[in-house]
């Protein structure tokens, strides 16, 4: 199972339950210690015990694959809670430390499938959403970012509040490589890897073949044009890699000029004074300019295309997971 698959739960589990496999939810809601999987984590499985995605990192799938099962006979939610201090924590595998607390929704009967689809569309359009269920009322609902769950969108977090459980489900990640270079040819398959959606942007063709990057996004316009076509967002990061100031400079001023949680640029200390020069001259402030890594990448020594492509996934990463 790749990363793709981890992303698109809900998706599946909308498949299988159309498809008259049966499908149940299985989804992280509560975590103590060092559990393996954070909250929000989930894994659906279908009536005849077909599971995708992860709750445990495969400590306790096997049990939550049975109580899956059962909720598909029964039609009734339930709660399981597996720990270290339980009688049967070594049972199910949970030997790595931590206690999780895990909800199970068999679709079509706790989870509507229309509400169901409603998430589904919502992922689709790149709209974030947070699904929302009451533990003990068992109510349930869909809806967009308000000033009480915006704190959650900003970080990503889902959680409990009393007997809510709250399901972020932002918009997923996208990286633009601006730069059809050999770097790229490593780092889109890292990104993919991370999670996230990429797209490579580079207006001379003979570099962005399809050749060159089988299988891949590829848009042969000015990457001002792209990006506008596309639109930025602050789930959004970009690099730049021509070291061409032609093709770079329009990049740079889109991503300035939106929230993107980060912009990186190749080139040496020397290249990017010069870049600061002409970024200065078109009226960019330096609060503005300092928003750009340059040199892009973490300092970890790298040479070869692949290692810069590491370094750079890796900086994108911490940026991340400081927001």
Same mark, same amino acid.
């Given at each position: 199972?790749?990363?793709?698959?981890? /992303?698109? !739960?809900?998706?599946?589990?909308?498949?299988?339950?159309?498809? +008259?496999? %049966?499908?149940?939810?299985?989804?992280? !809601?509560? $975590?103590? %210690?060092?559990?393996?999987?954070?909250? +929000?984590?989930?894994?659906?499985?279908?009536?005849?015990?077909?599971?995708?995605?992860?709750?445990? %990192?495969?400590?306790?799938?096997?049990?939550?694959?049975?109580?899956?099962?059962?909720?598909?006979? /029964?039609?009734?939610?339930?709660?399981?809670?597996?720990?270290?201090?339980? /009688?049967?924590?070594?049972?199910?595998? =949970?030997?790595?430390?931590?206690?999780?607390?895990?909800?199970?929704? *068999?679709?079509?009967?706790?989870? *509507?499938?229309?509400?169901?689809?409603?998430?589904?569309?919502?992922?689709?359009?790149?709209?974030?959403?947070? &699904?929302?269920?009451?533990?003990?009322?068992?109510?349930?609902?869909?809806?967009?970012?308000?000033? @009480?769950?915006?704190?959650?969108?900003?970080?990503?977090?889902?959680?409990?509040?009393?007997?809510?459980?709250?399901?972020?489900?932002? $918009?997923?990640?996208?990286?633009?490589?601006?730069?059809?270079?050999? !770097?790229?040819?490593?780092?889109?398959?890292?990104?993919?890897?991370?999670?996230?959606?990429?797209? =490579?942007?580079?207006?001379?063709?003979?570099?962005? @073949?399809?050749?060159?990057?089988?299988?891949?996004?590829?848009?042969?316009?000015?990457? /001002?044009?792209?990006?506008? $076509?596309?639109?930025?967002?602050?789930?959004?990061?970009?690099?730049?890699?021509?070291?061409?100031?032609?093709?770079?400079?329009?990049?740079?001023?889109?991503?300035?000029?939106?929230?993107?949680? &980060?912009?990186?640029?190749?080139?040496?200390?020397?290249?990017?004074?010069?870049?600061?020069?002409?970024?200065?001259?078109?009226?960019?402030?330096?609060?503005?300019?300092?928003?750009?890594?340059?040199?892009?990448? =973490?300092?970890?020594?790298?040479?070869?295309?692949?290692?810069?492509?590491?370094?750079?996934?890796?900086?994108?990463?911490?940026?991340?997971?400081?927001?």
């Amino acid at each position: 199972m790749n990363q793709a698959d981890f /992303d698109r !739960i809900p998706e599946i589990a909308l498949d299988w339950h159309r498809a +008259g496999r %049966g499908a149940a939810l299985a989804t992280v !809601i509560e $975590t103590w %210690g060092s559990a393996p999987r954070p909250v +929000g984590s989930q894994l659906v499985v279908s009536a005849s015990g077909e599971m995708m995605g992860s709750v445990s %990192g495969g400590c306790v799938e096997g049990a939550v694959v049975e109580d899956a099962r059962d909720s598909l006979v /029964d039609g009734k939610p339930r709660i399981l809670k597996f720990g270290v201090s339980d /009688d049967d924590a070594f049972s199910v595998g =949970l030997a790595c430390g931590g206690t999780i607390r895990i909800l199970i929704e *068999p679709v079509g009967v706790a989870i *509507p499938e229309a509400l169901l689809a409603q998430l589904v569309t919502a992922r689709s359009n790149r709209r974030p959403v947070v &699904y929302c269920v009451d533990l003990e009322s068992w109510e349930r609902r869909i809806s967009g970012p308000d000033p @009480s769950t915006q704190d959650r969108f900003r970080m990503n977090r889902s959680g409990l509040e009393g007997s809510r459980f709250f399901g972020i489900h932002n $918009t997923p990640l996208r990286l633009f490589v601006v730069g059809a270079v050999h !770097i790229a040819q490593a780092l889109l398959p890292m990104a993919r890897a991370c999670a996230y959606q990429p797209v =490579l942007i580079d207006p001379r063709e003979a570099f962005g @073949s399809a050749a060159r990057f089988p299988g891949e996004t590829i848009i042969h316009k000015w990457p /001002d044009a792209a990006m506008a $076509t596309i639109g930025l967002d602050a789930r959004s990061a970009v690099i730049t890699l021509t070291h061409d100031a032609k093709i770079d400079d329009p990049a740079i001023q889109a991503a300035l000029a939106s929230d993107v949680f &980060y912009l990186g640029c190749l080139g040496s200390s020397r290249t990017h004074a010069k870049r600061v020069v002409r970024l200065r001259e078109t009226g960019r402030s330096d609060a503005e300019i300092a928003r750009i890594h340059a040199p892009v990448g =973490l300092s970890i020594g790298a040479r070869s295309p692949a290692e810069i492509a590491v370094s750079i996934m890796a900086e994108i990463t911490q940026e991340l997971r400081s927001l």
